[in-house]
C-alpha cells in the first residue's frame, strides 16, 4: 500500500532464488520424475527448514504462511514472533496480521458483488456514484474498470495515507475531496497503481449500497465466509486487539504502534492467515467456500480476465487481481505493505493453489521484500519445476539496443509538487558491448546488473533466467515505455528525454551548484579583501539592490534544492501538517529565488554594459547569468513553486 518513493523505485530488484533457498529446495530422492509432491507434510518440511532462517536472517520477528489447495488448507503454519517482548508465538488462527493493499482484494469484491446485483456498473462515469465531482480531463470518464486495473490516470498521492492517532481518520468523502490527485494520463491507458482510485470504489460500495464500508464488507464478504478475525475497523474492537500481532520496522526494535489507515478500503484490513485462506478457497472454488457464497462462478471468472496489460504478451491486470504467470503457471494476485507489515497472496488458478503469506517486519535494509518473494519462487520451483523454453537471440541485436537505452520514470509517481524527487528516481537502460542491455534496478542477488537479451522485437529476455522486458514504441518508432514480468505490473516506465532526462538533469544539475557555489566565494573573497583593504564597492543605489538581490537569488536556489532532499529524506518522521507547512515555504523560496535568478541576469546585463572588470569578469558574469536561467526553468520545470501540497 504504501507509495513507492524515488528511493524504493532504485531499490526494487529482480530476485532470483539465492543459493542457499535453491539448495533447500532441491527435490528429494525417490520422487516421481524428481519432482515432489505437494502434500501437507512435505510442504511443511519444506517451509519449517526455509522460513526460521530466512526471517531470523533478515531481522523479521514473526511471519504467517497458510496455503490452501482443492478446496481444502493444506498447511498453516506461523513462525517466529508475534510480539517478541513477550515471547508470544505466531498462530494461523489466532494472530492478526494487516495485509494492506490485499484489502483492495475485498473493496473489488464488494464492486464486483454490486455489479451482479445489477446496482453498478464497470463502464459508467464514476461522477454518477458520487456525490463530488472529478473535473472531465482527456475527453473521457474514469470508469470503475478503470479504478479496478489502476488506470484511472490519477498521480500517485500518499497525503494522510496513514495517520498516527485514531482522531486523525476522518470522514472518506472529506478524504476524497480534499485529496483529490491530479490526472496526468487519459483513463484506461496508463497501468500506474493508485490507493486514492481504490479508495474511491470503497465510497462508491458505501454509497450504493447504504453502508459504511467496513460495515459492508463483514456483512457481505466476512459473515458468509465465516471470517470471524478479520475486520475494516480502526481501532479493532476490543476483542480482536487483543490478537493483533506487534509490528516492527526490525524485530530487534521496538514495536511500532498500530497503523491507522485513512484509505480503508485501500489497505485497513486486519485479518488471521486461518481467515485468508477462506477469502482464497472461495475465490478457487467460484465464490463459494463451505455453503456461504460471495459471488457467483461467472463473476469470478470475469475478475480472472485480463482486462489491460501494459504490452502485449506482457503480465497485466485482471479485474482488481494482477498477473503473476511464472513457471508456466497461471497465477493472479496482490501484495500489500504498511510500514510494518508485508503481504502476498497468490492464487494459481489451474492448480486450485492459494498461498497467503505476511511478515511483520520490514526487516534490515527492507529485507520483507526480498524473503517473500524468494519464499514464493521456492515454492514454485520445487513443485513446478520450469525449464523456459529456447528462444534465440536476434541476428543483430546492436540496433535496438541503442534505441532502448537512456533514462525512464515510473508511471507511478507525483507531478504537482515532487516531480523533482520522482526524477531523481530514474532508471536507467544502458546498452552492453555485446548487444545485450542492463537495467539500473534490476540486479541479482550480488547486486550486478542483469543482462538481457533480445529475443523479438524489442522484447528482452533474461540471461539465464526467464524473466522478460518489453519496449513499446510510437507509431514513429519513437521508444516510449518498457514493461517487465520480473516483478508484478502496477506501473510501467516510460522514456524521458531532454532536460528532464537524469542523464541530462545530473551534470547540469552538478554545474549548476557548483557554479553557484563558486560565485559565492568569490564574492565573499572579494568582500573579504575590500574589508580588509578599506576599500568600497562603486555602485549606485539601484545597482547595489540588483547586486544584493542577485547574492540572495544565488544563496536561494541552493537552499531549494537543499530544503527539498531533506525535508522529504525525513518526511516519515515529520506529521502531514509539518510536511506541508515545510512545502508552503519552500515554494515561498522558489519564488524568491525566481526573482533573485532575475536579478542575477539583471546584474550580468549591467555588468557587461558598463563594468567594472575586464574580459574576465564579464565572462563570468555571462557564466552566471546562464545558470539562473538554468535555475528559473529548474523551477518551473519541477513545480518548486506552484503551491501544491498533495503529495
Do not use: C
Not at 475465490?283 to 463451505?290: A, K, S
Request: no cysteine; hydrophobic share 45%.
Amino acid at each position: 500500500m504504501n507509495r513507492l518513493a524515488p528511493a524504493v523505485l532504485a531499490a526494487l530488484t529482480l530476485l532470483p532464488a539465492a543459493p542457499a533457498l535453491a539448495a533447500i529446495a532441491a527435490a528429494p530422492a525417490g520422487t516421481a520424475h524428481g519432482v515432489p509432491a505437494m502434500t501437507s507434510q512435505d510442504l511443511r518440511t519444506f517451509l519449517d527448514g526455509l522460513v526460521p532462517y530466512a526471517i531470523r536472517r533478515a531481522g523479521i520477528a514473526g511471519a504467517v504462511i497458510v496455503v490452501v489447495k482443492n478446496g481444502k488448507v493444506l498447511l498453516s503454519r506461523g513462525y517466529g514472533y508475534a510480539d517478541v517482548a513477550k515471547q508470544s508465538p505466531v498462530i494461523p488462527d489466532r494472530t492478526i496480521f494487516r495485509p494492506g493493499s490485499i484489502s483492495k482484494l475485498f473493496t473489488w469484491t464488494s464492486v464486483m458483488q454490486l455489479v451482479q446485483a445489477g446496482k453498478l456498473n464497470l463502464d459508467t462515469d464514476v461522477n454518477r456514484y458520487i456525490d463530488f465531482t472529478i473535473p472531465p480531463k482527456y475527453g473521457k470518464p474514469i470508469t470503475l474498470r478503470d479504478l479496478m486495473t489502476h488506470s484511472g490516470g490519477f498521480e500517485d498521492t500518499g497525503r494522510d495515507l496513514f495517520v498516527k492517532h485514531k482522531n486523525q481518520l476522518y470522514p472518506l468523502d472529506q478524504y476524497l475531496k480534499e485529496r483529490l490527485p491530479a490526472r496526468i494520463f487519459p483513463p484506461g491507458t496508463t497501468i500506474a497503481y493508485s490507493n486514492y482510485g481504490a479508495t474511491l470504489a470503497g465510497y462508491i460500495v458505501q454509497r450504493v449500497s447504504g453502508e459504511p464500508f467496513d460495515q459492508y464488507v463483514a456483512r457481505h464478504i466476512f459473515a458468509p465466509l465465516h471470517m470471524n478475525h478479520s475486520s475494516f475497523a480502526q481501532p479493532l474492537p476490543p476483542k480482536l486487539a487483543s490478537m493483533m500481532s506487534a509490528g516492527y520496522a526490525q524485530a530487534s526494535g521496538k514495536p511500532i504502534p498500530f497503523e491507522y489507515v485513512e484509505a480503508a478500503p485501500a489497505g485497513a484490513l486486519s485479518a488471521t492467515g486461518t481467515d485468508m485462506a477462506k477469502f482464497m478457497l472461495a475465490y478457487l472454488g467460484g465464490g463459494t467456500y463451505d455453503g456461504g457464497t460471495i459471488l457467483a462462478p461467472r463473476t469470478v471468472q470475469q475478475m480472472f480476465t485480463l482486462q489491460l496489460a501494459p504490452a502485449p504478451g506482457m503480465n497485466g491486470f485482471d479485474l482488481g487481481f494482477y498477473q503473476e504467470n511464472r513457471n508456466g503457471l497461471e497465477i493472479v494476485g496482490h501484495a500489500g505493505d504498511t510500514n510494518a507489515f508485508h503481504s502476498d497472496l497468490h492464487l494459481l488458478l489451474k492448480q486450485h493453489i492459494g498461498i497467503f503469506m505476511s511478515l511483520n517486519s520490514a526487516g534490515h535494509n527492507g529485507a520483507a521484500e526480498d524473503v517473500r518473494v524468494r519464499i514464493f519462487r521456492a515454492v514454485l520451483d520445487r513443485y513446478f519445476p520450469y525449464a523456459p523454453p529456447q528462444e534465440k537471440t536476434v541476428v543483430d541485436p546492436a540496433p535496438d539496443a541503442a534505441r532502448v537505452a537512456g533514462w525512464y520514470l515510473t508511471s507511478r509517481r507525483e507531478e504537482s509538487a515532487l516531480s523533482f524527487l520522482y526524477a531523481l528516481g530514474q532508471v536507467q537502460v544502458t546498452k552492453n558491448d555485446d548487444g545485450t542491455i542492463s537495467v539500473s534496478m534490476l540486479k541479482d542477488a550480488a547486486q550486478s546488473p542483469l543482462r538481457w537479451r533480445e529475443v523479438g522485437p524489442l522484447y528482452y529476455r533474461q540471461v539465464d533466467g526467464q524473466a522478460h522486458l518489453k519496449f513499446t514504441a510510437d507509431a514513429s518508432g519513437r521508444i516510449v515505455s518498457w514493461t517487465t514480468d520480473a516483478f508484478i505490473p502496477v506501473f510501467i516506465f516510460q522514456r524521458v528525454n531532454g532536460l528532464t532526462s537524469l542523464g541530462t538533469l545530473k551534470p547540469m544539475l552538478t554545474a549548476f551548484i557548483g557554479i553557484l557555489a563558486i560565485s559565492l566565494l568569490i564574492r565573499l573573497g572579494a568582500w573579504i579583501a575590500r574589508r580588509r583593504l578599506g576599500l568600497r564597492l562603486e555602485l549606485t543605489k539601484n545597482e547595489r539592490r540588483i547586486h544584493l538581490a542577485a547574492r540572495i537569488g544565488a544563496e536561494t536556489f541552493l537552499a531549494i534544492l537543499a530544503g527539498w532532499i531533506v525535508t522529504f529524506s525525513l518526511q516519515d518522521a515529520l506529521s502531514s501538517a509539518a510536511v506541508v507547512n515545510i512545502m508552503l515555504v519552500l515554494y515561498t523560496i522558489g519564488v524568491i529565488g525566481i526573482l533573485g535568478g532575475i536579478a542575477m541576469v539583471a546584474e550580468t546585463v549591467l555588468r557587461v554594459a558598463h563594468g567594472p572588470g575586464g574580459w574576465l569578469v564579464r565572462s563570468g558574469e555571462i557564466v552566471v547569468a546562464i545558470a539562473a536561467v538554468y535555475g528559473i526553468w529548474f523551477i518551473f520545470a519541477f513545480g518548486l513553486a506552484n503551491f501544491a501540497t498533495n503529495f
